[in-house]
């Protein structure tokens, strides 16, 4: 019995390894590929996508002849993500973020051509920043806003310069419409942003874009705090983990890293 109980184990294992190798990178797979990749006999891989197939786990492309997920993973997909929340998934990350540097920690979302704080944990020191829920600020001020404008493809740059004016013409918003879009630039190479007196005065803010299934961002973590608490830290190490936490986050929404 215990012989039998260890052998299912064993095939419900390999059958989430082959699951797992089909991605938006990967859509689709031969049977030879599934086999050299998880290094098992080719008639073993033929006997579990058989079983798929059979369960609409997988259909198979009637020219190509490579697998692909079927039906029954769309409709799991779909009621996975009916009761999977944003703020569910972020809210561990926010605490232990905000454990270690006791800063404010914010999620936000996009709103328009604002930025909505959705979850937040408020920082224990005498001298905090304070945003509430449903809190709201520009899409393009700050380094919570930026990290989301850099990395989306919801907004343009070119809708946020017309509503804020940069497009009039003169050369005072010419001059602010280049050094925002090089700015983008430099967050999109770096892979945060940050700001410093850009809201509050006194207040800096690092920020990290978190990404949907596509790759586009929906939501920025960021910390938040009094310039001088900020600059004691390691940036580096602060950045990092976020970097870090935003990835995790990514990956629960269906996003997959794609390889440099």
Known sequence: MAKKTENLFGSLEKAMRILSLFDTGTPELSAQEI??????????????????LQNEILTK???TSKFRLGFKIFKLGILASENISLVE????Y??????????????????????????TIESSRPVRYI?????????HAGAPGKALLAFTDRVSLQE????????????????RAQELARELESIRSQGYSQSHSEVVPGFSALAVPIRD?????????????????????????????????????????????KPR
């Not at 998934?89 to 561990?92: E, H, N, Q, S, V």
């Open 131 to 139: 945003m509430k829920k449903g809190g709201k600020l520009p899409l």
């Open 61 to 63: 492309h009637p020219h």
């Open 89 to 92: 998934i972020a809210r561990p």
């Open 213 to 257: 299934h596509k790759g586009s961002a929906i939501a920025s973590l960021s910390i938040i705090g009094y310039a001088h608490s900020l600059e004691d830290e390691d940036q580096q190490t602060l950045i990092q983990m976020l970097k870090e936490a935003a990835l995790e986050i990514s990956q629960r929404l269906g996003y997959t890293e």
């Open 160 to 175: 946020v310069l017309e509503a804020e004016g940069y497009g009039k013409g003169n050369e005072d918003a010419a001059r």
């Open 35 to 52: 086999s050299n990749r998880l290094n098992i006999p080719l008639s073993t891989t033929y006997n579990y996508l058989k079983v798929f």
């Open 94 to 119: 926010l605490e232990s973020i905000a454990r270690h540097c006791q800063e404010t920690v914010v999620l936000t979302v996009i709103d328009g051509l604002e930025i909505l704080c959705v979850d």
